[in-house]
């Protein structure tokens, strides 16, 4: 997040995708099969329908949509209800709102869980800055491996990570249901058919962890803390829905109010 963004390519998807859910849109699964990719197909053609020129997706692209015309992404992530809602796995990399020089939205959408069924609603939605979810933007991701393992000693280890993340449902109340734009409050977001409906904030913790190490024989995974340089900033962020939309308020989880958690708290 800059002081020099202003404005957001992000206000248009969301609209869009509200404009589809009013028209009764819905997700279409090709096959049976298909357990990932129908959502983010939904996605691309709302990105269509608003006229937002961005560079195909790839099944090993990050973000999923990497826009033309402005220096934005977005990635999105398809939650089956009744199902996993509250975290994500993120295997690729840690997130967060910026990546190789763009801003990154997550575009987050609930629909139901059905082994069946090839097409069903959207829901819920939450479009939010990345962030929200982790304003780290100096983190590196790389995968590393060492070979000597086992009683040959020819055997690899791969240190191949992945970060368990929570999603917006779980840092905020009053998403249930609804279509919600969550952007950084220092975005401008002059739309008139938008309304704002709450603020967020979350501060950064006193430790980060700097690194870890897994004791083979015990099984046990140890964690090494130093302070964080910023320690305290708080990163402040709007919710917005569409105006005459339910009304009702977007609020900070309690479980999440003012970041008092500590390292292995969250379930």
């Keep these: 997040m800059t002081n020099s963004e202003i404005s957001t390519r992000s206000v248009d998807l969301f609209v869009a995708c509200c404009d589809a859910r009013q028209r009764g849109v819905l997700i279409k699964r090709e096959s049976r099969r298909d357990k990932e990719f129908h959502f983010q197909n939904w996605v691309g053609d709302r990105l269509k329908d608003a006229e937002i020129p961005c560079v195909p997706s790839g ?18 992530k398809g939650l089956e209800t009744p199902g996993r809602v509250k975290d994500f796995d993120s295997n690729s990399r840690m997130p967060s709102g910026w990546h190789d020089g763009k801003t990154v939205y ?16 959207v829901l819920d939605l939450v479009v ?82 700097a690194s870890y190490t897994f004791d083979l024989e015990r099984n046990k995974l140890t964690t090494t803390l130093r302070p964080n340089p910023t320690a305290g900033t708080r990163h402040t962020f709007s919710a917005y829905r569409m ?25």
């Excluded at 973000?63 to 990635?75: I, R, S, Y």
């Excluded at 220092?186 to 739309?191: K, Q």
């Excluded at 939309?245 to 969250?266: P, W």
């Design 59 to 76: 099944r090993n692209t990050y973000p999923d949509f990497n826009l033309v015309d402005a220096t934005e992404g977005f990635e999105v």
């Design 128 to 209: 939010c800055h990345g962030d929200l979810l982790n304003a780290d933007h100096e983190y590196e991701h790389l995968n590393d491996s060492f070979r000597g393992n086992g009683a040959y000693g020819d055997l690899l280890i791969r240190d191949r990570k992945m970060y368990v993340v929570p999603t917006p449902y779980a840092l905020a109340d009053g998403l249930t249901g609804q279509f919600t734009l969550i952007v950084p409050a220092s975005v401008r977001v002059d739309d008139d058919r938008l309304v704002q409906v709450g603020e967020l904030e979350r501060t950064e913790a006193s430790h980060v962890v």
């Design 243 to 267: 105006r005459g939309a339910d009304s009702g308020r977007v609020t900070m989880s309690g479980k999440f109010l003012n970041d008092q958690l500590t390292i292995g708290e969250i379930e």
């Design 106 to 121: 997550y575009v987050f959408g609930r629909y139901p869980k059905s082994p069946s069924e090839l097409t069903f609603p």
